[in-house]
């Protein structure tokens, strides 16, 4: 028998790359004994050569100290939150079950390499941009900032943080019965679609569709 945790697992490493390109904004967090930072970031995932994440690419505002914490103690903990939604009984037949919310997450332990090259900035600039404008009508170019690229450039501190340890929770209706998971999925299709689909990816051994 399955345990809880692996019950809870993702489908594949497809989904998890999925989870961060979807949600690419995570809580990079330190702390020390005296002190701590916690600052919001959006992270471009590296591949490693079995497809998993192996790294991530990310930039700090020069004026944000959490970098200089990271110098003197280079272990973070990475916390990306993706789509969730609260699972009301209400949308149930079975009234004796319980609310619960549904959601993806993952948690990586990272040890921080800062990127102090010129060069690769601009590679960790440019692939952050070029991710957000994809598909984008009339996409922006940070080439069309002129020189105030290189003015505020010279204001951001570029890392890579190379992954220690990961846990990744996939809570999508793996272990309620067939017929209360059928229920949640059509409610979730009517109000919370994207929900619904991740749900429907992480049970694909049902019947309901």
Known sequence: MNSHSDR?????????????????????????DAD???????????????????AFLGHFAQSNDHHRMLRDH????????????????SCM?????APTWNYASAQFLVDIEFIDDAAGRDAVLEDLVNAMEAGRENAWHPAEMGA???????????????????RVKFKLGQDE???VYADICAAMDAGNPELSAWMRRANTHRTVR
């Open 177 to 179: 019965r067939d017929d």
């Open 8 to 32: 809870f697992a993702p489908a594949s490493e497809a989904e998890v790359t999925r989870l961060i390109h979807d949600s690419p904004l995570a809580w990079v967090i330190t702390m020390t």
């Open 74 to 89: 280079p272990r973070a903990l990475l916390l990306f939150m993706g789509v969730n939604g609260y699972v009301s009984p």
């Open 148 to 166: 105030r690229y290189s003015l505020l450039a010279n204001r951001i501190v570029a890392f890579r943080a190379n992954i220690v340890q990961r």
């Open 36 to 54: 701590f930072r916690a600052t919001a970031l959006p992270l471009r995932p590296i591949a490693g050569k079995d497809s998993s994440v192996s």
């Open 93 to 97: 037949r079975d009234r004796t079950q």
